[in-house]
């Protein structure tokens, strides 16, 4: 009677996820291209003026501002960093670049 509740949380352990999760790659819910878009996006990583630290930046957007806001904000989501959006370019902290070009192939972008 004293070892049921050891019981249950092996059975517990046994059902958790897989511990090397990190590692696979990111999936969005929607893998629908959303944004149509026809000239390409870049994205680099730049250190100017930011105290050494690198960000991944995406330039080259022809849509309206609301969905580059949109997108800045599940790209944020996505990858657990801060950023920003303005002069329709989006700014994401730390070095993202493989990462930002698969979730935007996702959304439907093509990237240079």
């Not at 050891?6 to 959303?34: G, Q």
């Not at 680099?44 to 957007?61: H, L, M, Q, S, V």
């Amino acid at each position: 009677m004293g070892n049921d509740w050891k019981d249950t949380l092996s059975a517990l352990r046994e059902n958790l996820e897989d511990p090397e999760e990190d590692s696979k790659e990111i999936i969005i819910e929607d893998t629908k291209p959303k944004y149509l878009q026809n000239n390409s996006l870049h994205v680099i990583t730049d250190r100017k003026g930011r105290n050494g630290k690198i960000a991944t930046i995406i330039e080259g957007f022809t849509i309206q501002k609301e969905e580059v806001e949109e997108i800045a904000r599940k790209l944020k989501q996505n990858l657990g960093v801060g950023g920003s959006f303005r002069n329709n370019e989006i700014l994401i902290q730390g070095d993202y670049k493989e990462k930002v070009k698969n979730l935007l192939t996702q959304f439907g972008f093509k990237i240079k």
